[in-house]
């Protein structure tokens, strides 16, 4: 009998420590409780490559049962879409937490939470809402979270939400960020930390360039606990490369996978901290003035010159020597510099500057040249340098300004150089001037832009915003380095980053009259490995060339390239190029939000460099703006999700093991927020084909028609309005609880057509506040009712919904009618072009089929005409004559006849008659026409009706958003 055991306890040793893989396989869809019944006979001393059982440590908290990241990366700029589902196998009510580390540059676009198959959407607010009711605001590091960072620079996001018993929770998160280049690659870092093991986990990382993709690396999972032995690759991943990674790749397009099985993932770490799952590459460059790439009236311009002579360099390494760099700190900032030392060229100068209570210099009042000599010299001041006394940063910085100012002074041929102040410190100003005001004031004075600054901070009591702003001021950047760090490699790394400048002065501009906004343009420096990026969006999608210059300087000689860029070839080849390998709607709008992105980053450094309160107010609001429109966590906004409270719950009727639909189409979608599926607890009906004729309209291109039924009339403007904009159509939202929406989307003009572009209808939104919060958003393809459950039906099949007072109506393929507590009802046409013309899109027209439940006190471009009444009469000669002089139009006739007027409001609006087609052209409506955006029909200008987003409930100036 012993012996029988223990032959059997050798097989199944062997077979776990022979055989991984086969068992990877075959047990890489079981949950914790299969895999605790295999381990639950090896529980010995003598077994070493045991699982540790977790159903025992775990069984008071959900376990996660499924992890995906997937990125899509469409020429650097980075789409990346988490998904995490957790079930709380228990009876009781259970906490399940989401946390997962996204890089520091990144803006969350998107978070949501399905718990026991209701949606709780987020929404991306103004920061300095105080907001009431049971709202959760979800955090990063920078809006007061706790971040345990790594080495990398991440921050973390971290939601709490009950699940209740027997029920499943999926978290989806969804951020984007644009890689930088760096020592000549571009980085994407994928935290793979869900802190439990995994039955079903991968990352995925898509990779979409415009040029070759030239060189491309997925190393070894940092800060993972592995050795060598237990991460080998597999035969189809790239040598060194994690366990199970997988790449596939073609010239311009990459596919990495990263899934490990359960039994893989506790070879890395047990406790589910796999570590950083890093994917480098870098692409071929063109030669000359760089890669312009165009798309939906935006374009980006990458600029990344090789093969240049470095330019010479005037550098000061500023050193803090104070008592708190004492042990770890200052050894390794002392080989780093040994290191550093090494890499300088001989037509580079420089000198050394330590700082505590007192100032020491190197080489007083000078710059050395680059020999043998001075850097033996400058190794053995570095090596005696020892910690002691305070921290005067002011007294560092003005030290080092002042030899960098002075050599540059007294040497004429240092204008082709570059000059560097390398600045570093563990701590926050003790000794000398300590208000972070005067040292900003006093650096920015010092250096007079004649150098850049560089400032890394060490530690966790460093003052980061200071050394931010210096650095932002002085045309430099900063980089921190966390506690645990590697400090060495790090400042090493730093270096070498900036060691190597290739250009300075450098200035790229575009046509004026072509482009209507471009970030940044004027960069002091281009250093080796590193990449400008800039962003425009072009005034006119129709023009067909975009002049492009750049000048710089390198060393002692001026350069200039300046070309002619084909715009309609480049928008036609960038189309074709993400057209079949790019999915979402979002995806292909890239250069679009990388252009967001950028301008938001950029007015957010102008902010932090700003010194006048009006001016930073100012930034303010134009970053929160652009957030929103965007949907960006950043500084300014905040995101807040509304969760219900879940105390102890009943167990569902069915099982909760059973797949849940939504998180079936979750694992299939993880980048879609928005499903299409089958919903609980819905009547669904035929609904009759026959709905009611309206003209209170907004259809077409588009086309406002107003019916005055007392007045036994029609009226009929346009709304010239810019593509993203959102219309308000009607807003009764303090009485009836009812407000509507609509967002513009654009398109080419007809040939010969007077307009440059036409607008139509892309989506509508329909907010009810009463006797509950509910909205509908409607597009071309699909309604999404969120009430107390989220539906989302697709408008090509009839159904129909009813609940609460409020009913959806869906005519597959061609309407859907909206009716709120019997008394209000609206029909939305649905316009699809199965073979679309340039200047068509699919788009919506919205009907005011009744409006009994709507008040008197009813506003909106339509909604303010429900209780009006029109009548017509004749405008005076004088105005007239008036009107045609504002309009800069002369009359040959004399004298001159009156002309039609509608009399509204006690205003007089000049109109003539017209006829307008409705309902898709069947039905026709004699309407008086106004013109200029309905000017004196509406109350105000029609900008008074531009709204900040969809949701956007708010009256008058007020652009809150409180449903």
């Not at 946390?99 to 520091?104: D, E, G, V």
């Not at 998107?110 to 955090?139: A, D, H």
Request: with cysteine; hydrophobic share 35%.
């Amino acid at each position: 009998m012993v012996m029988f055991f223990v032959h059997t306890m050798i097989t199944i040793i062997l077979l776990f420590c022979l055989y991984p893989s086969v068992l990877g396989e075959e047990y890489a869809n079981l949950e914790f409780d299969d895999i605790d019944e295999i381990f639950s006979d090896l529980e010995t001393d003598s077994v070493g490559h045991r699982v540790p059982r977790q159903v025992n440590k775990l069984e008071s908290k959900p376990h996660i049962i499924d992890f995906k990241v997937k990125t899509t990366i469409i020429s650097r700029y980075a789409f990346t879409a988490v998904s995490c589902t957790m079930i709380n196998r228990v009876s009781a009510a259970k906490e399940g937490v989401f946390q997962i580390q996204i890089p520091a540059a990144a803006y969350i676009s998107n978070f949501t939470m399905i718990i026991g198959g209701r949606v709780y959407p987020s929404e991306v607010r103004e920061k300095e809402k105080k907001l009431k009711g049971k709202k959760k605001e979800t955090k990063k590091p920078g809006n007061g979270a706790k971040a345990d960072n790594i080495e990398s620079e991440m921050e973390t996001f971290r939601i709490a939400a009950s699940i209740p018993g027997k029920n499943k929770a999926t978290f989806l998160l969804a951020y984007e960020e644009l890689l930088q280049r760096r020592l000549g690659k571009y980085e994407h870092v994928t935290s793979v930390r869900p802190q439990q093991l995994v039955s079903k986990l991968s990352v995925e990382v898509n990779i979409v360039e415009h040029s070759e993709i030239t060189y491309l690396e997925t190393p070894q999972l940092r800060n993972g606990r592995t050795s060598s032995s237990a991460n080998t690759a597999n035969p189809n991943s790239k040598p060194g490369a994690p366990l199970s990674t997988v790449i596939n790749r073609t010239k311009t397009t990459c596919k990495v996978t990263f899934s490990p099985n359960i039994m893989q993932q506790a070879r890395i770490a047990r406790n589910g901290m796999l570590g950083d799952f890093v994917v480098r590459y870098d692409v071929e460059r063109e030669l000359g003035i760089g890669d312009i790439q165009v798309l939906n009236g935006y374009f980006v311009h990458y600029f990344a010159p090789k093969d240049l002579p470095a330019v010479p360099k005037n550098v000061v390494f500023v050193i803090d020597t104070s008592a708190s760099m004492v042990g770890t700190k200052i050894r390794q900032t002392k080989e780093a510099l040994f290191t550093i030392l090494k890499d300088l060229r001989p037509e580079d100068h420089f000198n050394i500057v330590s700082f505590s209570n007192r100032i020491k210099v190197w080489q007083q009042g000078k710059l050395v040249p680059v020999t043998p000599d001075n850097i033996r010299d400058a190794k053995k001041f570095i090596y005696l340098l020892s910690p002691t006394g305070g921290t005067n940063i002011n007294g560092g910085i003005q030290t080092g300004a002042a030899l960098l100012s002075d050599y540059k002074a007294s040497h004429r041929r240092t204008q082709g150089s570059v000059s560097l102040i390398i600045f570093l410190t563990d701590g926050r100003p003790t000794v000398g001037e300590t208000q972070s005001s005067n040292i900003l004031s006093n650096t920015k004075e010092a250096v007079q832009e004649q150098s850049c600054l560089f400032s890394i901070g060490i530690g966790n009591d460093v003052d980061y915003r200071l050394l931010e702003r210096m650095a932002l001021e002085n045309c430099g950047m900063m980089r921190r380095i966390y506690e645990d760090a590697d400090a060495r490699t790090m400042l090493k790394g730093f270096y070498d980053e900036i060691g190597t400048p290739l250009l300075s002065d450098i200035h790229i501009d575009y046509t004026e009259d072509t482009v209507e906004y471009v970030t940044q343009k004027l960069f002091t420096n281009y250093f080796n490995g590193s990449e400008i990026v800039i962003a425009g969006k072009l005034s006119d999608q129709s023009t067909d060339s975009l002049h492009v210059q750049m000048k710089a300087s390198n060393s002692d000689k001026s350069i200039m390239l300046e070309t002619d860029v084909p715009l309609q070839d480049k928008a036609k080849e960038v189309e074709k190029n993400i057209k079949s390998l790019v999915n979402t709607t979002t995806e292909k709008d890239y250069i679009e939000r990388l252009w967001g992105y950028l301008s938001v980053k950029e007015l957010l450094q102008s902010r932090l460099r700003s010194e006048s309160s009006r001016e930073r107010e100012t930034l303010s609001d134009q970053a929160k703006n652009l957030s929103l429109t965007y949907n960006f966590v950043t500084p300014v906004t905040s995101m807040v999700i509304e969760q219900p409270d879940i105390q102890m719950d009943k167990p569902r009727d069915d099982d909760a093991d059973d797949a849940d639909p939504l998180d079936e189409e979750h694992r299939e979608k993880p980048q879609s927020l928005h499903r299409n599926t089958k919903q609980p607890d819905v009547s669904v009906k035929k609904p009759e084909k026959k709905i009611i004729i309206s003209k209170t309209s907004a259809d077409g291109d588009p086309h406002f028609v107003v019916d005055f039924p007392l007045s036994k009339m029609a009226v009929c403007f346009n709304i010239n309005g810019e593509p993203g904009d959102v219309l308000r159509l009607v807003t009764d939202h303090k009485n009836s609880g009812v407000t509507v929406n609509g967002k513009l989307v654009g398109a080419p003009a007809p040939v010969n057509s007077h307009k440059k572009q036409r607008t139509y209808f892309s989506t509508i939104t329909i907010m009810v506040s009463k006797p509950q919060r509910s909205y509908i958003e409607i597009t071309p393809r699909k309604v999404i009712l969120d009430s107390k459950d989220r539906m989302v039906l697709p408008c090509d099949k009839t159904s129909a919904v009813e609940r609460d007072g409020l009913a959806v109506s869906i005519v597959g393929k061609s309407n859907i009618t909206v009716t709120v507590q019997g008394s209000v009802s609206f029909v939305i046409l649905v316009h699809h072009y199965k073979n679309p013309a340039p200047y068509q899109r699919d788009h919506l027209g919205f009907y005011i089929s009744s409006s009994k439940g709507l008040s008197s006190d009813s506003h909106g471009l339509l909604g303010q005409f429900l209780y009006q009444e029109v009548s017509i009469t004749e405008m005076p000669v004088n105005v007239t004559i008036h009107e045609s002089l504002l309009n800069g139009t002369k009359s040959n006739q004399e004298p001159q006849s009156p002309s039609t007027a509608l009399k509204l409001k006690d205003r007089l609006v000049p109109a003539v008659k017209k006829q307008r087609k409705i309902h898709s052209g069947r039905h026709q409506v004699d309407c008086w026409f106004v013109k200029n955006n309905a000017a004196k029909l509406i109350d105000g200008v029609y900008q008074d009706y531009v709204v900040s987003h969809l949701f956007d409930t708010a009256t008058g100036s007020d652009t809150s958003n409180e449903l």
